[in-house]
């Protein structure tokens, strides 16, 4: 069926206008005013409404097996959540162990999103290993259009890499015109941080974030972005928490590395004393790099203001409270890392950001959605409203008012890291390819429906 989107005033990363969007089959064919509806159309009533392009969440976990325990949503129950909050692309880390080859990595993760999938994916292909036989699987995997690699500077022993494997990663992936996603921090000064700690008996939560300070973080950022100089390779910083580290970034940005930084949702909004709270609550908010020192947030607002990060994502690893969390009670080092966020990025980056001032309203799409499309190879198809463009879009209404629940939400997951949080903001219909997936904050799509992405390099 045809759709036609009436009155609604649509936001990309460079125009604000009110026009009418017409969709036929997966793509939007015409934008123009006072589209006169034919009988077989659906026709959506935006008026008073922003019409945004499908969000895109460049950092997910929705499958990890991670520190002894596997991160709690499946495909269906977080690319549904994802839709609800606005999200219809996700690009998840396909992250195999060590022991792993890189093929069964690529399938076992390609097994696990097919037929549950309500949101289209791609993934970032993990090299956990190099070798001869992973370098020829990463070339087969690149030309089956997985066009982003992401490495480890960090979880010694289990994702991580040395240096050598980084740089003949990074070969390749210059060779090859991908992308190399890096978790930048120094693992060594991270395992002999957390002996110290655990030796002088600091076992809890907050020990967390002094095991990892921001020193740490730049020192990973400075390492990677070296590599990446000497190599040739275009590199994306995952989840960059602080100063220090943007600092880093930007000195090799300066140098002429063809450097990408990605912030979080959680780094924006969150801060290092919710890990410090009390009866091991703390652990709801234990991630890596960790939460920082507030005074970092009004930094991480202004660059991605001034255009200096470029994304926003989740880094969503959600793990339970009850059994999966408490699994680090008697010591920090055993908190599974990560904080559940996919469903509600959007929501707190529209009514802390744009709400607030920090942002306008091009901004936010570049950062949600445009720049990640762009810089993994998915625009002008995903990130854009266009003729020729998927149908993936968001009508947005600015009036509704609500508040983030656990109760409520449909993240697998049994706590939320901005619980009681006011929205002002949500989707009242998201549509992926031409199909509406959700109305009012609930899903009417098809779980299954998703699509892995075949994306190129523009070599
Ligand atoms: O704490 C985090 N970030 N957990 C997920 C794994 C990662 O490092 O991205
Ligand atoms: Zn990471
Ligand atoms: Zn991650």
Redesign the pocket.
């Known amino acids: 069926m045809a759709l036609l989107i009436k009155n609604g005033e649509i936001v990309t990363a460079e125009e604000r206008y009110v026009a009418d969007i017409w969709c036929e089959g997966e793509t939007i064919t015409r934008i123009e005013k006072d589209i006169t509806p034919p009988s077989n159309a659906e026709v959506i009533d935006a008026t008073g409404k922003y019409v945004f392009p499908g969000f895109i969440d460049p ?1 997910t ?1 929705i499958y ?1 097996p ?1 520190m002894g325990t596997y991160s709690k949503d499946d495909y269906a129950t977080g690319t549904q959540a994802a839709l609800i909050g606005g999200t219809t692309t996700i690009f998840d ?1 396909c992250c195999p162990a060590r022991s792993m080859e890189a093929r069964s990595g690529f399938e076992l993760w390609k097994a696990q999103a097919e037929g549950k999938a309500a949101c289209d994916y791609s993934f970032h292909m993990g090299v956990t290993r190099f070798d001869p036989a992973a370098e020829a699987q990463l070339r087969e995997i690149v030309a089956e259009g997985i066009t982003s690699f992401k490495i ?1 500077l ?2 010694k022993g289990a994702f991580g890499i040395d240096d050598s494997e980084l740089f003949h990663t990074l070969r390749l992936a210059s060779e090859l015109g991908v992308v190399t996603a890096a ?1 930048c921090e120094n693992e060594t000064l991270v395992s002999e941080m957390q002996a110290q700690l655990l030796k002088n008996g600091m076992t809890g939560t907050g020990a967390h974030h002094e095991s990892r300070p921001p020193r740490v973080e730049a020192s990973g950022v400075h390492h990677f972005t070296t590599f990446a100089e000497l190599t040739g390779a275009s590199v994306y910083i ?2 960059l928490s602080c100063k220090e580290a943007l600092e880093e970034a930007l000195r090799a940005r300066r140098r002429g590395v063809n450097v990408r930084v990605e912030t979080l949702i959680q780094y924006l909004l969150l801060d290092k004393s919710m890990a410090e709270l009390p009866d091991f609550e703390g652990a709801k908010y ?4 960790p939460l920082r020192d507030k005074a970092n947030q009004p930094i991480l607002w202004d660059a991605l203001r001034d255009g200096l990060i470029n994304t926003v994502a989740t ?1 969503h ?1 959600p793990f339970d409270f009850a059994g999966q969390k408490e699994m680090g009670r008697e010591d920090f080092t055993k908190i599974p ?3 559940p966020a996919l469903e509600d990025r959007i929501n707190l980056l529209y009514t802390y950001g744009v709400k607030t001032g920090r942002l306008d309203l091009s901004t936010f799409v570049k950062v949600a959605s445009t720049n990640a499309a762009k810089i993994f190879n998915l625009y002008p198809r995903k990130g854009a409203i266009q003729p020729g463009s998927d149908a993936d879009l968001v009508i947005y209404d600015p009036n509704y008012r609500g508040r983030i629940s656990a109760t409520n939400h449909v993240m697998n997951v049994d706590y939320s890291a901005f619980e009681g949080w006011e929205i002002s903001g949500r989707p009242s219909v998201v549509t992926v390819r031409g199909e509406v997936a959700v109305r009012d904050g609930k899903f009417v799509g098809k779980p299954g429906r998703g699509q892995l992405l075949r994306r190129v390099t523009k070599r």
Do not use: E, Q, R
């Open positions: 950092h976990h990890l991670f880390m480890f960090a979880y978790h995952v989840h234990v991630m890596s790099p880094d690893a890392n990560g904080i």
